[in-house]
């Protein structure tokens, strides 16, 4: 059993109770459900964007803690200030120590930047809440889904508003894309290993679709990184333990884009 494995098994228990404690009616009527949300599509397409997509992860397996002092609030208003795109919360809390609360500060606190609810998205009740947290967008993990499951889940989050990222980190997983998803993320990191190569993106990036938004996901820790991955056709660069390992993350943030 991979780590992805456990973490789905554990997810599917998580969504079983959650369905439980709270309805689908019950999270429609949060107030965020009727919001209108914000393309990230569209944040990446601005001129002179900066293509960074900052994470607020405060542990994750591969890494074991990585910051236990960070506050929401203030790293993700930190992150919009330095000039972020974008920015992705994690809401799994066993793994990564995430959380909805986490979703509906950085949200408040962030009414114009697109936010990217990550988790491990298996079901359809997850997108609802997705939306009823204030999210813009969704991943969903190529790995983790047929085909079909992804464009039904797709599907949905479309009907919602949300936009799509989906996440590939191989040449089989490609094949699970259709045309509604709004993004595509190549995941640098094997899931499976934790084995991280940034080539995997140049790789993965000349197989995909001319339609869709390349992003890049995981260990870019340099301005190097993100000229050679524009280079090969890459608009957005997600963000997370690099600039969360330090004391002031929005600070190292400013920094990083300050340089690019
Ligand atoms: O902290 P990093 O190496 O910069 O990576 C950020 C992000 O790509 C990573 O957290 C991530 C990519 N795909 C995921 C899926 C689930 C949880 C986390 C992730």
Redesign the pocket.
């Known amino acids: 059993m991979t780590i992805l494995d456990e973490i789905n098994a554990n997810k599917r228990r998580e969504v079983a109770e959650a369905k439980e404690k709270i309805s689908l009616d019950d999270l429609k009527k949060s107030p965020f459900f009727s919001r209108r949300t914000i393309s990230l599509k569209a944040a990446l397409h601005k001129s002179g964007s900066s293509g960074i997509i900052a994470?607020f992860?405060t542990k994750?397996p591969s890494?074991g803690v990585?910051n236990e002092n960070a506050e929401v609030t203030e790293v993700t208003s930190g992150y919009v200030a330095a000039g972020v795109c974008g920015l992705?919360v994690?809401t799994?809390r066993n793994?990564?120590g995430g959380s909805f609360e986490n979703l509906a500060k950085a949200r408040f606190a962030n009414p114009a930047t697109p936010i990217l609810r990550?988790?491990?998205m298996l079901d359809p009740y997850q997108v609802y809440e997705a939306k009823a947290h204030g999210a813009d967008l969704i991943?969903l993990?190529a790995a983790s889904l047929s085909k079909e499951e992804m464009l039904k889940l797709t599907e949905l989050a479309k009907e919602l508003g949300l936009e799509v990222l989906v996440?590939v980190h191989t040449q089989e997983e490609i094949e699970k894309l259709n045309p509604l998803v709004d993004l595509v993320?190549v995941?640098?990191?094997n899931?499976k290993t934790f084995e991280?190569d940034v080539e995997t993106s140049v790789r993965l990036g000349k197989l995909l679709p001319e339609s869709m938004v390349r992003i890049s996901?995981?260990?870019?820790?340099s301005v190097e990184n993100i000229r050679y991955l524009r280079k090969a056709g890459f608009e957005g660069f997600?963000?997370?333990?690099?600039f969360?390992k330090t004391d002031d993350p929005a600070k190292a943030c400013a920094e990083f884009i300050k340089n690019l």
């Open positions: 994470e992860k994750s890494k990585i992705s994690l799994d793994y990564f990550k988790d491990f991943l993990i996440e993320g995941n640098n990191r899931l991280v996901e995981s260990g870019l820790s997600l963000m997370g333990e690099n969360m």
